[in-house]
């Protein structure tokens, strides 16, 4: 009883510490492609800034409209953080801790719950700008979760199974990655727009909408939409890792490229600039599409072949 409450804590303590050393490594890599330095003023060479900000963060003073919903405007952020801590409950712990066989069931239903998040979170401020970001964010991300769902689908069909740690198996000798490599592009670029990052922001568009759907909040309530966005980012990389790259989950070299594939996000951030919306929508529904629905169905042709060879 003990064991998977102590694992599941240690679990979420050490995301958030990933979390806080993430926004370092964003803040860092962002200063050396512009050309300058990052945080390098707080204790050695700046690795306590992010326990710095999130102190200045929590106790700055808690402000909220007037004529906000309160109750919903308050705890919509707590219930984002608690969605994207939850949702690492699948991480394939090969103690069988809490890798049940329907993880990657679970997943879709956590993300699916996401959307309402950044949705109240917009309309319950009462703000025109937050209003419109958060339609974004869920038109954006409706639009993701579809070849994000058929693309998992398509690896449901391939080893049979719900559960993550079947990934492990069938990718003892080449990783999925070299198989299916456009599947592993595609689902890159839908973990960019899922986790509402450049170029596919249109939910925090600074430039258009002041800053989205999170223009009203302030101290601890935008720092938890903050820890929840970066929570997500780490868990997409872990899951990238998972299924396209070899689920050694107890080797370093796991670790390894899960920083990678966080190092990627920045790395875009850093470089492409914000999509037109039609083009999102058009990349979403007449590119993605198509692609994963043409993997699954060459997948679930394959299986049928293999199970009638071995009849």
Do not use: H
Not at 4 to 29: D, H, M, N, Y
């Amino acid at each position: 009883m003990f064991l998977p409450l102590i694992g599941g804590l240690l679990l979420i303590i050490c995301v958030l510490v990933g979390v806080a050393f993430l926004t370092l490594l964003e803040r860092k890599v962002l200063g050396y492609i512009q050309i300058r330095k990052g945080p390098n003023k707080v204790g050695f060479v700046g690795i306590p800034q992010p326990f710095s900000d999130a102190i200045k963060l929590f106790s700055k003073e808690q402000t909220y409209p007037s004529m906000s919903n309160y109750f919903l405007y308050y705890f919509s952020p707590v219930f984002s953080l608690y969605l994207s801590l939850l949702v690492w409950m699948i991480y394939p712990f090969i103690t069988f801790m809490f890798s049940f066989n329907f993880g990657l069931l679970f997943f879709l239903c956590c993300t699916s719950m996401g959307v309402y998040t950044v949705m109240i979170a917009g309309w319950s401020s009462n703000s025109n700008y937050a209003l419109l970001g958060g339609l974004r964010a869920v038109a954006q991300t409706i639009s993701y979760e579809v070849s994000l769902a058929l693309i998992l689908f398509s690896f449901i069909f391939l080893i049979d199974s719900y559960s993550l740690l079947m990934f492990s198996s069938y990718q003892l000798y080449i990783w999925f990655f070299f198989i299916t490599f456009p599947l592993a592009f595609s689902w890159f670029a839908s973990c960019l727009a899922e986790t509402n990052r450049t170029p596919f922001d249109f939910a925090e568009g600074e430039s258009e909408l002041v800053s989205g759907f999170n223009v009203e909040y302030s101290s601890g309530g935008f720092a938890l939409i903050f820890l929840a966005e970066y929570a997500s980012i780490l868990f997409m990389s872990m899951l990238f890792c998972v299924i396209f790259l070899g689920c050694d989950v107890i080797s370093f070299f796991f670790f390894i490229k899960i920083v990678f594939l966080s190092f990627m996000f920045i790395w875009v951030r850093g470089t492409l600039p914000r999509f037109r919306y039609d083009k999102l929508m058009y990349l979403a529904w007449k590119s993605f599409l198509p692609l994963s629905l043409n993997y699954l169905f060459f997948f679930v042709g394959l299986k049928i072949f293999l199970f009638s060879l071995l009849i």
